[in-house]
């Protein structure tokens, strides 16, 4: 594997040095996306769905307007996901407890597993980056990623992915 400049100090990179990190960040998300996309590919889905599968799994019994918070995305865009994983039997919609017109999603059995699979690759994939750079590395990744995060919806994000 090639040397990845470190030499630099990174409070004070160069132009150069945040290109690479860039498009560093273009080969990882390609390379973390290519095994769920081709079991994405055998059920007709795409990113979209993949996104909206591992959301309600991680928040299972979340709403709607959640979902929507979380992808910033239309409702026109997601309803249409959400209606082709509704009818591929993916997940579910059941009504609210308390307010009955709320529709509270989940995943199926067969979503559970779906996601199970996917999800286990990118665990995996990530796993094996950490080994590879060690253990320092694990808080850095974890601070630029969440410095990548719009600061208005850091501390939302941040705490919706640690309460658990």
């Known amino acids: 594997m090639a040397d990845i400049k470190t030499g630099a100090n990174p409070l004070f990179l160069r132009e150069e040095e945040l290109r690479q990190c860039i498009e560093l960040l273009f080969f990882a998300y390609r390379d973390f996306t290519a095994g769920p996309d081709e079991i994405l590919k055998e059920y007709n889905f795409g990113r979209a769905h993949h996104r909206v599968i591992h959301f309600i799994g991680r928040n299972q019994g979340m709403t709607v307007s959640e ?4 992808l910033r995305i239309t409702k026109q865009s997601l309803s249409r996901v959400l209606n082709a994983l509704v009818e591929r039997e993916i997940v579910e919609q059941r009504p609210g407890v ?8 989940y995943l199926t059995e067969e979503g559970k597993k779906l ?3 996917i999800s286990t690759i990118q665990r995996n994939q990530v796993a094996k980056a950490f080994v590879e750079a060690g253990g320092d590395a694990v808080a850095g990744y974890r601070k630029v990623l969440s410095g990548l995060i719009n600061e208005e919806d850091r501390e939302k994000a941040l705490s919706r992915i640690l309460e658990r």
């Open 67 to 70: 979902l929507l918070d979380i």
């Open 98 to 105: 308390v307010d009955r017109r709320q529709r509270l999603l």
């Open 115 to 117: 996601e199970q699979k």
